[in-house]
């Protein structure tokens, strides 16, 4: 069927449509319009249905005539993309890395060739051995957590 918005009361997103082809006007609310389109507005030309189930007449599956769809505009939507992205990276960058792998360097400490826990003196640079030198055998069981039973009992 087709007819026109007569009245919209776009803040309760309803409003009445008046058809050559029914006495009276009928009921429409903004959920049964086609999706991806503007708004309602009063003297819009509207196709739609009838609803079958209820009381009063209203309609369903209305859809907007001679009204083209909203385009998504694509650039808004890599924008966000990439501020989500660079968002995300400095998140990581900035809070997660450093804690999974804290800063033992500004210890003092450095790679001296020691490789195993009866050559570490604290557990601090156990730490700062395993995140940062090579071929050093003190994390035996491979969970991260270097001389767990000389120096470092869990950290």
């Given amino acids: 069927m087709k007819g026109q918005i007569v009245r919209w009361v776009d803040e309760r997103g309803f409003g009445f449509i008046n058809s050559n082809e029914l006495d009276g006007d009928i009921f429409v609310h903004v959920s049964k319009f086609k999706k991806g389109y503007r708004r309602p507005r009063i003297g819009d030309q509207v196709e739609f249905q009838l609803a079958s189930n209820q009381p009063k ?8 005539v001679g009204v083209k769809p909203q385009k998504s505009n694509p650039f808004s939507v890599v924008l966000l993309a990439v501020i989500v992205g660079l968002t995300g990276v400095a998140l990581y960058l900035f809070y997660i890395e450093p804690k999974l792998n804290p800063a033992y360097e ?3 400490f450095s790679c001296q060739g020691k490789t195993y826990c009866s050559e570490m003196t604290s557990c601090d640079e156990a730490k700062f051995y395993l995140s940062n030198c090579p071929n050093v055998k003190i994390d035996g069981d491979n969970d991260g957590a270097p ?6 009992g869990s950290w």
């Fill in 106 to 108: 500004n210890m003092g």
């Fill in 57 to 64: 007449l209203s309609a369903e599956k209305a859809q907007l």
């Fill in 147 to 152: 001389c767990e039973n000389q120096l470092c």
